[in-house]
């Protein structure tokens, strides 16, 4: 995150959370709980309505969770550039996700070879051996 955004969510952190409970939400409806998930698509389509920004109706259209996807290929794109170890960054973008699982996380590396073509070296270079190849023998009857 950029440093004006960090400093913004310390101050929203400071006002929300009188206390040091790690049980809280970072971001808290009314009531202390965290958001449905109606409540947050709600919101989100609003966003993009006062943004001016279309949206086709369900599975049409910018989701939530593009969020996600977007946070994790730009991650992995930046540290490729700046010749970062991936597999020691691989466990950081897993805690940043959210993820039980490596296998979780691993779809981004796909998912980022995919959008942008260079990385497919370094990411073959550093993760190659996750998924070996094997040969398929066609059976003829």
Same mark, same amino acid.
């Given at each position: 995150?950029?440093?004006? &955004?960090? @400093? /913004?969510?310390?101050? #929203?952190?400071?006002?929300?959370? !009188?206390? @040091?409970? !790690?049980?809280?939400?970072?971001?808290?409806?009314?009531?202390? $709980?965290? #958001?449905? /998930?109606?409540? +947050? #698509?709600? !919101?989100? /389509? $609003?966003? &993009? &309505?006062?943004?001016? +920004?279309?949206?086709?109706?369900k599975g049409k259209g910018s989701r939530v969770h593009d969020f996600k996807h977007t946070f994790a290929v730009y991650c992995l794109k930046k540290w490729v550039e700046n010749n970062k170890d991936l597999s020691a960054y691989l466990p950081v973008l897993k805690t940043y996700l959210g993820h039980k699982y490596f296998s979780e996380t691993s779809y981004y590396l796909k998912l980022t070879a995919d959008t942008f073509p260079f990385l497919t070296a370094q990411l073959e270079k550093s993760f190659g051996t996750i998924i070996p190849e094997i040969e398929v023998q066609n059976e003829t009857d």
């Open positions: 995150m950029t440093t004006t &955004l960090t @400093q /913004r969510c310390m101050n #929203y952190f400071k006002k929300v959370h !009188n206390t @040091q409970n !790690n049980e809280n939400f970072f971001f808290q409806s009314c009531n202390g $709980q965290p #958001y449905s /998930r109606k409540s +947050i #698509y709600f !919101n989100f /389509r $609003q966003s &993009l &309505l006062k943004a001016g +920004i279309s949206h086709g109706g």
